[in-house]
């Protein structure tokens, strides 16, 4: 009985954040009311992959659909397994929709005066995340001859959370921070990180490089002044990390990996895809040789260092 007992609360932790989980065990099962939570600042981000429909049409047509699915759960994974770094610990992830990766920060019940000291330490955390997602995704274009670009929009505001469902609950966020950060998503650039003002204000004092994008015409908004997030840098204003620094990229792109597949190559192993992080041994297991690391200049507006 015992057993059962931690295997659920194992089960309950993993579906939703811990606090909220917390609030569930201690709760009168009798009494189990819709969970909410209003928050005044949360950080709010999408990271999607835009050009992974297209890779997937294309090599469905082929016959290669899970094979595809297969690589997606496996760069899914990777943003987990990023998440799951100790100094990432404040972010929850949200969800995924189809390719995009949505996460917060901010949701973790505070003191008030305590909350607004953090809000700009949240965001930056948020921040470092977004970058480092293009990293992790450099590694898997790498390792599986591919040409997967990452698009991340970030936005700042009030939230309501809530777990909704009874017989598989899902814990959500809600508001115009929301949607707003979704739009940042969807209109921005492919290989860039575009934030609303609010979130360059509050950054802009830090260690964190910014391109004024201008105003863009946002869905229910109307006009809206964008920044581009480049990168970071050290006290001496020396570049750290940026996103237009060199990356490992494939030279072969979706036609090359799609021609390799089809010649008759090893498919993605099944329990665990391609060999993501597992060097130039693991690729050669597959019959596959690494490419050389060549420049990535993702495309972008033209615009004003701010």
């Known amino acids: 009985m015992e057993r059962v007992k931690l295997d659920n609360k194992r089960i309950l932790f993993n579906l939703l954040p811990a606090h909220v989980a917390q609030h569930f065990l201690m709760s009168n099962p009798r009494n189990m009311d819709l969970y909410y939570q209003s928050y005044s600042q949360v950080g709010v981000m999408f990271a999607s992959i835009p050009n992974f429909n297209d890779f997937y049409i294309e090599l469905d047509g082929n016959n290669m659909g899970v094979e595809c699915l297969r690589l997606l759960n496996e760069i899914i994974a990777d943003f987990d397994e990023l998440m799951d ?6 972010l929850e992830k949200i969800k995924t929709i189809g390719s995009t990766y949505m996460a917060a920060v901010g949701l973790a019940p505070t003191a008030g005066t305590k909350a607004k000291k953090c809000i700009s330490s949240h ?6 995340f977004a970058i480092e997602m293009f990293d992790v995704l450099d590694e898997i274009n790498y390792q599986s001859y591919n040409d997967f670009v990452l698009r991340v929009g970030i936005n700042v505001g009030p939230v309501v959370a809530g777990v909704i469902g009874a017989r598989r609950p899902q814990y959500d966020i809600w508001g115009n921070t929301v949607n707003v950060a979704s739009r940042m998503d969807s209109t921005g650039v492919q290989g860039r990180i575009q934030v609303t003002e609010e979130v360059h204000r509050l950054l802009r004092r830090g260690s964190y490089r910014f391109v004024c994008r201008g105003k863009v015409s946002v869905k229910g908004k109307g006009e809206m002044l964008t920044y581009f997030l480049e990168g970071r840098t050290d006290g001496n204003g020396s570049q750290t990390r940026s996103l237009n620094s060199e990356r490992k990229m494939c030279p072969y792109g979706r036609a090359g990996l799609q021609t390799r597949l089809a010649a008759g190559h090893p ?4 329990a665990a895809g391609l060999p993501v992080g597992a060097g130039p041994g693991g690729l050669q297991g597959l019959g596959l040789a690494p490419g050389p690391p060549g420049q990535h200049l993702p495309p972008g507006a033209s615009g004003k260092e701010a």
């Open 85 to 90: 770094k100790d100094f990432y610990k404040d």
């Open 267 to 270: 498919p993605v192993p099944p």
């Open 123 to 128: 965001l930056s955390t948020l921040a470092d």
